[in-house]
């Protein structure tokens, strides 16, 4: 396939590898278009995700010496990539070659996986130099995994907290196991894809309600997978440290960042790990499990009096979302306000939250409907959308792709932090306020458009939106930039009253 801007090339393979795990490769020509893949390698790093880049590369003869197209190409992606190769390609025989992608191949899904770089330096004339070849290259099998046990060492107060994560029915039933004991909880997020009785889904709202953060504080911190969305929690966690924290991931990566007194990286797959089974005394499930009983009915009292808002609109949204979808959010306001919400076990749920980035949410959504062949819903918002807009600029937008874009003219996270819009020229600066719609756009590309600005607007069209249909479709939602960010500041301080 080809797709002409390779910003939106590189995320709509990273949305492929990120639905099927297999690796995904990436062609383009020298110069800055290789530059141009960057932010999505960058995301792939971070996110586990397997990429083979292949790039064009002028001779390295021509390489500094005034030639069109000619930049300095080695190790260019080097600190998001597991390895980069130069290669001769003019020079090198076929089948060593054909060695070296198997093998890069391999690698880009061994012991965390990851995109890897092979650069190909060619020489002119570079057009008809071949006949084409039926030839299929066996994919290869991963590399040896070194891979360990993890095995934990439960205390009287043990928190698991579940980052950025495909669904895995294994690790899904020892987390509910674990969640069974006395003196553990699981914390989850949307991007975990665990879903469990008992498991806390909704941890900021708790923080909020919690009156003495050391009576909850737990002594031994297991994290697993990939990045943790909550920046409350971390926080909490830093105030409150714990005895020890062990991360399980399949990278072996050492993230010790919750300011634990003792901290073990276990480069194992997340699955991997046992602990001993004794029974404890312990009333620290009880603790957490009244404080979310008290949580949630003061959550749905604020929610039930909401007017129509950015966090109404999530709350319906989450309400509508079609059997067994695939849920994009996409970063900044979107993925922060999905955590809010219990989501059905049945959807799957992704973001780039590798390196947080907005630059290919819509792109990476693109990809991910492309390989999965079932409904896939982006809920994005209106700078995200605009900022990749170019992702509509192909030819295989699937039709079970939905694009909700959440409108409210401009970046409305810095009117939910706390600093930003005391500053002065906000609007310009930090929110970049605009009065764009996507109208044009999906008029543009051939893509069927709704637009609503008003709660019985939203709910008529959702009854239809989701409908299957022979195209993509977009569904805008025009929302109050003041007022969202009001109600949703309100939403925690409405929790934090309840303290008293």
Request: proline share 4%; aromatic share 8%; charged share 20%.
């Amino acid at each position: 396939m080809v797709i002409p801007d390779e910003r939106v090339a590189g995320y709509f393979a990273l949305g492929i590898a990120q639905q099927t795990r297999q690796t995904v490769a990436i062609v383009c020509t020298s110069g800055t278009a290789l530059l141009n893949l960057a932010p999505a390698v960058c995301e792939a790093f971070y996110q586990k995700t397997p990429l083979l880049l292949l790039t064009a590369d002028r001779p390295p003869e021509a390489i500094g010496l005034g030639e069109n197209q000619a930049i300095d190409q080695r190790e260019i992606y080097q600190n998001y990539i597991k390895e980069s190769r130069n290669i001769d390609a003019d020079n090198t025989a076929p089948q060593l070659i054909a060695t070296v992608v198997s093998d890069s191949i391999a690698l880009t899904r061994t012991n965390g996986a990851g995109p890897v770089h092979l650069n190909l330096h060619l020489r002119e004339p570079l057009y008809n130099m071949v006949e084409a070849s039926n030839e299929v290259l066996d994919l290869p099998t991963p590399l040896p995994q070194k891979n360990h046990e993890a095995v934990l060492s439960l205390q009287q107060k043990n928190m698991v907290i579940v980052g950025l994560l495909q669904g895995n029915e294994k690790l899904n039933n020892k987390l509910q196991k674990l969640a069974k004991r006395n003196d553990t909880i699981v914390i989850t997020e949307t991007t975990s894809n665990q879903h469990g009785e008992g498991f806390i889904n909704n941890v900021d709202s708790l923080l909020a309600v919690m009156q003495d953060g050391s009576a909850y504080a737990p002594r031994y911190i297991v994290t697993i997978g990939g990045q943790i969305v909550s920046k409350k929690l971390k926080e909490y966690l830093k105030q409150h440290p714990a005895t020890e924290h062990v991360h399980i991931s399949e990278a072996g990566d050492a993230w010790h960042s919750l300011g634990a007194k003792s901290f073990t990286a276990v480069q194992a797959e997340v699955d991997n790990f046992t602990w001993a089974d004794v029974e404890s005394t312990s009333n620290y499930k009880a603790q957490w499990q009244a404080l979310q009983a008290k949580t949630n009915d003061l959550a749905q009292q604020y929610l039930a009096a909401l007017p129509f808002c950015d966090l109404k609109v999530h709350e319906l949204l989450a309400n509508s979302f079609p059997q067994g979808a695939n849920v994009q959010y996409g970063n900044s306001t979107p993925i922060r306000y999905s955590n809010l919400f219990k989501l059905r076990e049945d959807l799957t749920v992704n973001s780039n939250r590798g390196t947080s980035g907005i630059d290919g949410c819509v792109s990476t959504a693109t990809g991910a409907a492309f390989a999965n062949g079932k409904p896939t819903v982006l809920v994005v918002g209106d700078i995200s959308f605009l900022y990749d807009s170019n992702a509509l600029w192909n030819n295989y937008l699937s039709p079970h792709l939905r694009i909700v874009i959440i409108n409210n003219s401009g970046g409305n996270i810095f009117r939910v932090l706390d600093g930003p819009n005391k500053v002065q020229g906000f609007e310009t600066f930090f929110e970049t306020k605009h009065n764009h719609t996507a109208k044009h756009l999906a008029s543009m590309y051939g893509i069927p458009y709704y637009f609503c600005a008003a709660q019985a607007e939203l709910e008529e069209q959702l009854k239809t939106f989701f409908e299957p249909g022979k195209h993509a479709k977009i569904l805008e939602i025009k929302t109050d930039n003041e007022l969202s960010a009001a109600k949703y500041k309100g939403y925690f301080e409405n929790l934090r009253n309840s303290r008293q």
